[in-house]
Each structure stands twice: as C-alpha cells, then as structure tokens.
C-alpha cells in the first residue's frame, strides 16, 4: 500500500475511533448511575457527578449510535476539560502525577469527533444518505424526473475513487492487470 491511506480505510478506522470511545465512555457513566462495573453503590442523582452519569451514559450511547455526534462530541469535550480542571489539576501539573490522563485524552478525542464527525456508518451517515435521496422541489417542477443529487463534494465524507486512485495501490494495478 505504500503508506498510502485510502478514504475506505480512514472512514473505517474513524468509525471505530467513535464506537471504541462511546462504548468506553458509556461504562464510565453506567458506573455512576447505576452502580456497577466496579462501583459498590450509584451516585446521587442531582449532583455533578450524577450528571456526569448521565452525560456520560447517554453521551456514550449516543457516540456508539452515531447519532448526533459533532454535538454530543463537543458537549462530552466540555464536560471532560471540566472534569480535569475542577478534580485533577489541584493534584499537580502533570496530568500523570495528578491522575488527569484519562479525562485530558476523552476531551481531546472528543474535540477531534466534534470538530471531524463520526463517520458515514452511524446514523447520522445514514440520514445524510436519506436527505440527498430524496426529490427536491426544483426537480419535480423542471421534469427531470429522476433525483439528481446535489451534494457539495466537499461535505461529501466519501470521497470517490478514481481509476488513478485505485491504479496508484500495487495490489489493485496488479489485480487490473497493469503490474507486469
């Protein structure tokens, strides 16, 4: 492959980014709320940390899902630099003396999320999908019939392949035969 990433691969490897980091998240806030995976008893419900149960149980869930996940990504980026502002940093600087690693990494990751999307295989990909599917009023009146599709291709998160693209990957030009 020749270091070379192809976009199949990158949207692969971020779709599992965003499931790998929801499913962690998600324990974190079942911890909290419910007792569980280590914890001896719930947290109270109306406090800080039963809301970061809940940001995090749903927050989790909704990540896995990949359902409204630029949003939910910047909210769980602000509920995690919190976290390690209000509880780590009065232990030290360094968030591996003061124990703060994990919630600096969620927060950038989640800032990365917030900032690239999750993905085209969660259900946000999934509606994006539906809503370039259907007909627009403008198709309808002109006669053209068939849906055209008006997506900008750059908010397009495949981008398409070309025969340069696929030429370029010496597995693929062997296969098409233009590798001797």
């Keep these: 492959m020749n270091g070379r990433i ?21 324990q974190h806030g079942a911890q909290k709320l419910f007792g569980v995976l ?32 630029r949003p939910v990504a910047f909210v769980l980026s602000g509920e995690m630099a919190w976290a390690y502002f209000s509880s780590h940093v009065a232990g030290g600087f360094w968030p591996i003396v003061n124990r703060g690693e994990l919630a600096a990494l969620y927060s950038f990751l989640f800032l990365y999320l917030a900032v690239r999307g999750g993905g085209g ?28 599709k008006k997506a900008d291709p750059e908010e397009d998160d495949f981008p398409e392949l ?19």
């Design 38 to 69: 280590g914890r001896d008893a719930p947290v109270d419900f109306f406090t800080l940390l039963g809301l970061a149960g809940i940001l995090e149980t749903v927050g989790g869930a909704l990540l896995v899902l990949g359902l409204f996940t």
């Design 121 to 148: 295989f969660g259900l946000d990909g999934v509606m994006k999908i539906r809503k370039n599917r259907k007909p627009q009023p403008d198709d309808a009146v002109q006669g053209k019939g068939e849906t055209a």
């Design 162 to 180: 070309t025969e340069e693209d696929l030429a370029e990957d010496p597995e693929i030009a062997e296969l098409l035969g233009d590798n001797p």
């Design 6 to 26: 192809t976009p199949w691969m990158e949207q692969i490897t971020l779709n599992l980014l965003r499931v790998a980091a929801g499913f962690l998240f998600f």
